[in-house]
């Protein structure tokens, strides 16, 4: 067998589960799964702020723009569509304001998406150099975690589920939310 390549990509301060195959044929139907929203990915992020509803749906389209170094997505009516599900995990209030832990469904896999729709919802994910409220983003990692991934590899057959737990930079944030290991993991995906 040949070296492991990519099903799917992360945006690069993004951690957690990541999908690998490892012949041709497998990466054609891994990137047709993804091409098709057939895989359910769940990521956690803790963001600055408190989401006015405890979850809902962000529709919002996004669009590049810019060129070279410096290029970003924007929310736009012109761009490609781009839908979001999200629930409130738990929440701390600090001295530099609320953090709250939220789920993140993508039903939609398009580039910075979490991270701009999470800004558009007026809580930026903390870390996030490029789509935060810089006064609240002291953090210089960005804390977004995929942390489940359902993949219906085999017809007839249930989905595979992968977890991946939260890199040592996110825990205590989490843990401050309410986050409590395992228990949180049962959660998901479910």
Same mark, same amino acid.
């Given at each position: 067998?040949?070296?492991?390549?990519?099903?799917?990509?992360?945006?690069?301060?993004?951690?957690?589960? +990541?999908?690998?195959?490892? !012949?041709?044929?497998? +990466?054609?139907?891994?990137? *047709?799964? =993804? &091409?098709? /929203?057939?895989?359910? *990915?769940?990521?956690?992020?803790?963001? /600055?702020?408190?989401?006015?509803?405890?979850?809902?749906?962000?529709?919002? /389209? @996004?669009?590049?723009?810019?060129?070279?170094?410096?290029?970003?997505? *924007?929310?736009?009516?012109?761009?490609?569509?781009?839908?979001?599900?999200?629930?409130?995990?738990?929440?701390?209030?600090? =001295?530099?304001?609320?953090?709250?832990?939220?789920?993140?469904?993508?039903?939609?896999?398009?580039?910075?998406?979490?991270?701009?729709?999470?800004?558009? @919802?007026?809580?930026?994910?903390? $870390?996030?150099? +490029?789509? $935060?409220?810089?006064?609240?983003?002291?953090?210089?990692?960005?804390?977004?975690?995929?942390?489940?991934? /359902? @993949? %219906? +590899?085999?017809?007839?057959? *249930? %989905?595979?589920?992968?977890?991946?737990? %939260? %890199?040592? !930079?996110?825990?205590?944030? @989490?843990? &401050?939310?309410? =986050?409590?290991?395992?228990?949180?993991?049962?959660?998901?995906?479910?």
């Amino acid at each position: 067998p040949r070296p492991p390549s990519l099903g799917h990509r992360l945006d690069r301060d993004t951690s957690g589960c +990541l999908i690998l195959g490892r !012949h041709r044929k497998a +990466l054609q139907k891994l990137s *047709k799964l =993804f &091409a098709t /929203s057939r895989v359910r *990915k769940t990521y956690w992020a803790v963001v /600055s702020g408190q989401p006015k509803r405890n979850e809902g749906r962000i529709e919002l /389209s @996004l669009k590049k723009t810019g060129r070279g170094p410096g290029w970003k997505m *924007k929310g736009d009516r012109s761009g490609q569509e781009a839908v979001t599900g999200y629930k409130v995990l738990g929440s701390v209030k600090s =001295f530099g304001g609320i953090r709250t832990w939220l789920e993140l469904q993508p039903y939609t896999g398009r580039t910075h998406q979490l991270r701009v729709h999470a800004a558009a @919802l007026g809580c930026p994910i903390v $870390g996030d150099q +490029l789509y $935060g409220n810089r006064i609240h983003q002291q953090e210089h990692t960005l804390m977004l975690h995929a942390q489940a991934v /359902s @993949l %219906p +590899l085999y017809s007839g057959r *249930k %989905p595979i589920h992968l977890t991946a737990l %939260p %890199p040592a !930079h996110m825990i205590e944030a @989490l843990s &401050a939310c309410g =986050f409590t290991g395992a228990r949180a993991l049962t959660r998901t995906l479910t």
